[in-house]
């Protein structure tokens, strides 16, 4: 049955009849390469249609009512429908095909250091301009500009899909991973300082995975700790610098003043005894740990040693008053802000 049926169509080839009583006709749907492009017979007669046979120009056929086939490159193509009726009779029709190249979508995304990322549209094609965008970036959000601009609201990478449609309406779609970039934090906490002059200033950033540098007086070092020399009496202008492995920096400037922000005053003058009252020299501050206060006399001997907040009365370790005179003490404690101060200063004993 199938040889008979080929035999006809090649004596269709020199002769084709008009279709009595109808026409043969089909229609397609999409024309664009690498789409399924849906074909539809039309054709009307008298006698029942039994058979079609479809030839698409590409070497491929198909005996279905209405074929689909995919073009996997673009040009005209001569596609021709043959049905056979029930008294055996056979009719074509031939139409040419143009199947259009589809275009090529593509995206450069330009990522800023505040979340924001920046689209350009990098799309060709060969047929036909695009003449719409649709974009999904992965977050709930969507754009149908052709360069977009969108901030995340999270810092990981987010799936952007690019859709393109061109005026032949051809379709492309590309995904891509877009990182996210983010500042860096900032930050750092003072937990040493020494009192004395010079005072050293000891830095601790917050900060312990990016890159960091501080700078002050003129001077800039290259870690996330630094210890600094600087005048107790005059502000300090302190700069910290902090860049992460995205390229995105940031910085954070504070000023700091040793003896105004630290320094705890204690009497340049110490008298254990007066006519109504005992005194005693030292801290006596509930916000404040004193972690270490010790006194030397002129000589540089030690006279007192206490590890709490323990004050002292004037006397020696074996509980004799001292001699009038000068005196050091050197104290070392921790304020509210768990900065450890340790601070060296001179007073007067009169007994």
């Known amino acids: 049955m199938k040889n008979k049926f080929y035999n006809l169509l090649v004596a269709s080839l020199f002769f084709i009849a008009p279709l009595k009583g109808g026409n043969v006709d089909f229609d397609y749907k999409n024309h664009c390469i690498n789409n399924i492009i849906y ?126 449609l061109d005026k032949n309406g051809c379709i492309d779609s590309i995904t891509q991973s877009v990182k996210i970039k983010t500042k860096p934090e900032v930050g750092f906490d003072i937990k040493n300082v020494l009192l004395s002059n010079p005072a050293f200033i000891k830095i601790n950033s917050r900060n312990y995975k990016d890159s960091i540098s501080y700078s002050m007086n003129n001077k800039t070092v ?57 005194s005693n020299f030292g801290i006596n501050n509930n916000n404040l740990v004193v972690r270490e206060f010790i006194v030397f006399d002129v000589k540089g001997n030690q006279v007192f040693y206490a590890c709490n907040n323990t004050l002292w009365d004037g006397k020696d370790e074996k509980g004799r008053a001292c001699k009038d005179g000068n005196y050091t003490y050197l104290l070392e404690y921790e304020n509210l802000d768990k900065v450890t101060i340790i601070q060296k200063g001179k007073f007067i004993l009169r007994n």
């Open 39 to 164: 074909f539809e017979d039309l054709s009307n007669s008298e006698n029942k249609i039994v058979a079609w046979f479809w030839e698409f120009g590409d070497g491929s056929v198909a005996n279905d009512h209405s074929p689909v086939h995919v073009y996997t490159e673009s040009g005209n193509y001569n596609v021709q429908l043959t049905i056979k009726t029930e008294l055996g009779e056979t009719y074509s029709q031939r139409k040419t095909v143009q199947i259009y190249a589809a275009p090529f979508a593509f995206f450069n995304p330009h990522a800023k250091c505040d979340q924001t990322v920046g689209f350009a549209d990098n799309s060709f094609t060969q047929s036909a301009q695009v003449k719409q965008w649709m974009w999904d970036f992965g977050d709930g959000n969507y754009s149908m500009e052709k360069n977009p601009k969108h901030k995340f609201n999270r810092t990981t990478k987010s799936n952007v899909h690019l859709k393109v």
């Open 222 to 278: 290259y870690t996330k700790s630094a210890l600094f020399a600087t005048n107790p009496y005059e502000s300090n202008v302190i700069i910290q610098k902090v860049k992460n492995e995205m390229g995105c920096s940031d910085s954070l400037i504070a000023v700091v003043s040793p003896q105004q922000d630290f320094h705890i005053n204690l009497p340049a003058y110490f008298q254990p005894k007066t006519k109504n009252y005992t």
